[in-house]
């Protein structure tokens, strides 16, 4: 079955360590995405990618580093300049950036909290 | 303040009966998306509407365009237990790359 998945579901770290979260697509889609959404807030754009070893910052990009080395995957890394990095982070992708609209694909989301 | 508005922020309402969320921009939208989320899971796409006036439905659910692109809602008929969960509005801010921006959600609860 086509997809997308994060990894790790839930994500345990100490304050001022870094941590990198998974995300792998095997939809053979251009683009690929990466959101925070906190409680009660929508999704907001961390980073995103519309072809390999090419990205770009989105709104919240500080404290966030990403890599697209495979079309299949874009780990996030959250850094220890991050200010508040416990939240939900969901990974999306889908096809042909920049021509028709087409919907966003979305995996199941990694739930980090810093203690 | 959020560049997408939904309302309301959480829905209750009785098994059977309609519903209506809207979804509000202050700009020109180039794409609006609506998502489904169940708590602590993904968003599971439900329709996309880009032209002025245009409307769309997928079984019990109708989502509409107004004709300036400002404004959609989403409309439920003869709600169901099966419809709860969280509903988000996304839009393309540019013509370009999708570059979502989304609404905060509305929280809806069916009772039976």
């Known amino acids: 079955d086509g997809g997308i998945t994060q990894s790790p579901k839930y994500l345990f770290r100490k304050e001022g360590q870094n941590v990198t979260l998974s995300c792998e697509q095997n939809?053979?889609?251009?683009?690929m995405y990466w959101y925070r959404q906190d409680p009660g807030q929508g999704l907001r754009l961390i980073y995103y990618?519309?072809?390999?070893?090419?990205?770009q910052k989105g709104d919240i990009a500080e404290g966030y580093s990403v890599s697209r080395e495979k079309k299949e995957s874009f780990p996030l890394t959250v850094t220890s300049a991050q200010k508040n990095p416990t939240a939900f982070y969901l990974c999306?992708?889908?096809?042909?950036?920049?021509?028709?609209?087409?919907?966003?694909?979305f995996g199941p989301g990694t739930r980090l909290t810093v203690l | 303040s959020q560049e997408l508005e939904q309302s309301p922020q959480s829905l209750i309402v009785q098994e059977g009966k309609n519903l209506t969320i809207n979804c509000t921009s202050s700009?020109?939208?180039?794409?609006l998306y609506w998502y489904k989320q169940k708590y602590g899971e993904g968003l599971i796409f439900l329709m996309m509407?880009?032209?002025?006036?245009e409307e769309k439905s997928h079984e019990k659910i109708t989502a509409k365009l107004d004709e300036k692109k400002q404004q959609s809602s989403l409309h439920i008929t003869a709600s169901q237990p099966s419809h709860a969960g969280i509903y988000l509005c996304?839009?393309?801010?540019?013509?370009?790359?999708?570059?979502?921006?989304f609404g905060q959600g509305t929280r809806l609860t069916i009772n039976p």
């Open positions: 939809l053979n889609h251009d683009a």
């Open positions: 996304g839009a393309d801010r540019t013509q370009g790359a999708q570059k979502l921006v």
């Open positions: 700009k020109t939208l180039y794409g």
């Open positions: 509407l880009q032209k002025g006036g």
């Open positions: 999306a992708s889908s096809m042909h950036p920049g021509g028709p609209r087409l919907e966003q694909f």
């Open positions: 990618s519309q072809i390999v070893n090419d990205f």
